[in-house]
């Protein structure tokens, strides 16, 4: 370990870590820096695999960086000169993988008689063209909290560029139709007055067609910070490619975001919606967050038959008795509930936190929201949604 003397010294060599390991492509974030810190207090720093071990379990979530992160830590955290650290070569620690997908890009060279051949009018770059189409279809699979700044901005273009439509529910109400299934006496009389009033010609109509609301309810806590903005992005999308979209943030306690998400530009319209919310990242209450809708908002906007959207991983600090009571509640208010969590996109993910345990049993829907393949399943499912009600189980009737 290095030398713990000079004050702020193990501080500073943390956050020299973090970014460490950020340059080789783990995704740390400031939140996790300072877990690292407060972990501290619980750690006996002074043995060197406690500290690893607790530091892999707080700034490590997948499988794949577990060998990078020893090998990063070996050769950072071993004791050297004050200011070596600027001078290490971290690219011993990255391994050659990188080489085969050169090899695709580059064109094989002309043999003799190619040489010879005269150039084509029109020589398309044609392998320009399959690596963008591949490097577009590789970012589509790529989580959201493993993407760089410039794939965050594409990731932005291609949610504003996707065409959202919502399953269409009929209404009481009808309409002229000659295709109808519904005799319209009114236009059957007036239009055979001509004819002295006997029927000769029928007229007919049918339902009218109303696209569902939509409610989407989405997470902000600390856990979900990784995924936090770009989701914002994605219900500034979806509520401006659809009429009648209600949305809301919760982390401990619930902000309607509706009206900041309306606006025109998408910076200025997350710039607002982040400025109206007061718990960024902080704890999850998921409960009390939806009994909060359930009586502040549900009556006003769960009519019609709406659709209703809760995006979290589960990671909850409340009673979990309170969240299967709130959603018992907002499942018998709503068409569908359907919840989406980032976290179910890992091949190893298992539902074992209890947030998510006291919500299974409510949820019509289950599915990932971890990068754009899942919005586009999100998509599908939306277009398709059955006219009635799924077959729920029959759940204890609310007080």
């Not at 009648?244 to 025109?264: A, D, I, K, N, Y």
């Amino acid at each position: 370990m290095t030398n713990e003397t000079e004050p702020g010294h193990l501080l500073r060599n943390m956050l020299l870590f973090g970014r460490l390991l950020r340059s080789l492509g783990v995704n740390i974030t400031p939140t996790q820096i300072l877990d690292l810190v407060e972990g501290l207090d619980h750690l006996k720093i002074r043995k060197r695999e406690d500290f690893k071990n607790g530091a892999r379990t707080i700034l490590i979530s997948k499988h794949e960086h577990i060998s990078l992160f020893d090998r990063a830590f070996d050769l950072f955290w071993q004791a050297r000169d004050q200011g070596a650290l600027l001078d290490l070569d971290m690219r011993v620690l990255v391994p050659p993988q990188q080489t085969e997908k050169k090899k695709i890009l580059e064109i094989a060279p002309a043999s003799d008689e190619e040489k010879d051949l005269p150039d084509r009018e029109s020589d398309e770059p044609l392998i320009d063209t399959v690596y963008t189409y591949s490097a577009r279809e590789i970012l589509k699979q790529k989580d959201f909290a493993d993407l760089s700044p410039e794939e965050m901005h594409e990731i932005k273009l291609l949610i504003q560029s996707m065409n959202w439509q919502l399953e269409q529910r009929r209404t009481r109400r009808k309409t002229a139709d000659s295709r109808g299934v519904y005799l319209d006496m009114r236009r059957t009389f007036r239009g055979n007055l001509h004819f002295g009033g006997e029927p000769l010609k029928l007229a007919w109509k049918s339902r009218k067609l109303k696209r569902r609301p939509l409610v989407v309810i989405s997470d902000i806590s600390g856990s979900m910070e990784r995924y936090s903005r770009v989701l914002l992005k994605f219900i500034y999308a979806i509520s401006n490619g659809l009429d009648h979209v209600e949305s809301f943030v919760f982390s401990t306690r619930l902000t309607r975001v509706t009206r900041q998400l309306r606006g025109r530009d998408i910076d200025s319209a997350l710039d607002e919606a982040i400025a109206a919310i007061h718990d960024w990242a902080g704890g999850t209450r998921i409960g009390e967050a939806l009994k909060t809708f359930n009586y502040q908002w549900g009556r006003r906007v769960l009519g019609q038959g709406a659709i209703v959207i809760v995006i979290s991983d589960g990671w909850d600090r409340g009673d979990p008795q309170l969240l299967s009571h709130e959603l018992n509640r907002l499942q018998l208010s709503c068409q569908r509930l359907i919840w989406l969590n980032p976290l179910l996109g890992a091949e190893n993910y298992e539902p074992l936190t209890r947030g998510i345990q006291a919500a299974l049993p409510f949820i019509d829907d289950f599915l990932p929201i971890h990068n754009l393949s899942s919005l586009e399943q999100l998509g599908s499912l939306l277009e398709r949604l059955g006219e009635h009600k799924p077959t729920r189980h029959q759940h204890a009737e609310i007080q």
